[in-house]
T-cell receptor
Framework: EPEVTQTPSHQVTQMGQEVILRCVPISNHLYFYWYRQILGQKVEFLVSFYNNEISEKSEIFDDQFSVERPDGSNFTLKIRSTKLEDSAMYFC????????????FGQGTRLTVV | AQKVTQAQTEISVVEKEDVTLDCVYETRDTTYYLFWYKQPPSGELVFLIRRNSFDEQNEISGRYSWNFQKSTSSFNFTITASQVVDSAVYFCALSEPNFGNEKLTFGTGTRLTIIP
């Protein structure tokens, strides 16, 4: 069964450092998403991406964040200068453009900022 | 704006009991989709069900069943004969799809503990 793959599974970084979280969506999917889950809280939408541009972003997705599809398979989330409050689980998801489909989620990357 | 409310923060039941997780949603759209996801202790999000707003039929899948009632904007989830492996956080979610863009709005989740 096709799946969304995220790397790394866990990343520890120092405050102020840049991090890049990587995702390989399902190959024939066209919409890509990043979500964030602070420990013990709900899953929150960050950004959606289609046709090489952001289609929607939330208030959380400020100038510190950026997304990119550098090649035909990877989808990345970059945090330029991490803060302690960026510590969270980050989930990547993808959907096809058909009507009857659900978002497929990756297993998540746990980011710890120290 | 979309909103999903899961009023039950935590539920504990003894194994083999039935348990219902509540979900109430708000949306202005007539076309929308409702979801349930399971998050086990390992942290991943496991898809359970997707239901569109035009299909109010209840659904059963093994020990799981879902009750969708548009009149009360609810999409409740029942586990019959619960098992310890059902222990997890369960999230209800809503999307208002826009040409394939399925941004999900999640509820705050219900932590279910099944006591052996």
């Amino acid at each position: 069964e096709p799946e969304v793959t995220q790397t790394p599974s866990h990343q520890v970084t120092q405050m102020g450092q840049e991090v890049i979280l990587r995702c390989v969506p399902i190959s024939n999917h066209l919409y890509f998403y990043w979500y964030r889950q602070i420990l013990g809280q709900k899953v929150e939408f960050l950004v959606s991406f289609y046709n090489n541009e952001i289609s929607e972003k939330s208030e959380i997705f400020d100038d510190q964040f950026s997304v990119e599809r550098p090649d035909g398979s990877n989808f990345t989330l970059k945090i330029r200068s991490t803060k302690l409050e960026d510590s969270a689980m980050y989930f990547c998801a993808s959907t096809s453009d058909t009507v009857n489909t659900e978002a497929f989620f990756g297993q998540g990357t746990r980011l710890t900022v120290v | 704006a979309q909103k999903v409310t899961q009023a039950q923060t935590e539920i504990s039941v003894v194994e083999k009991e039935d348990v219902t997780l509540d979900c109430v949603y708000e949306t202005r759209d007539t076309t929308y989709y409702l979801f349930w996801y399971k998050q086990p202790p390992s942290g991943e999000l496991v898809f359970l069900i997707r239901r569109n707003s035009f299909d109010e039929q209840n659904e059963i899948s093994g020990r799981y069943s879902w009750n969708f009632q548009k009149s009360t904007s609810s999409f409740n989830f029942t586990i019959t004969a619960s098992q310890v492996v059902d222990s997890a956080v369960y999230f209800c979610a809503l999307s208002e799809p826009n040409f394939g863009n399925e941004k999900l709005t999640f509820g705050t989740g219900t932590r279910l503990t099944i006591i052996p």
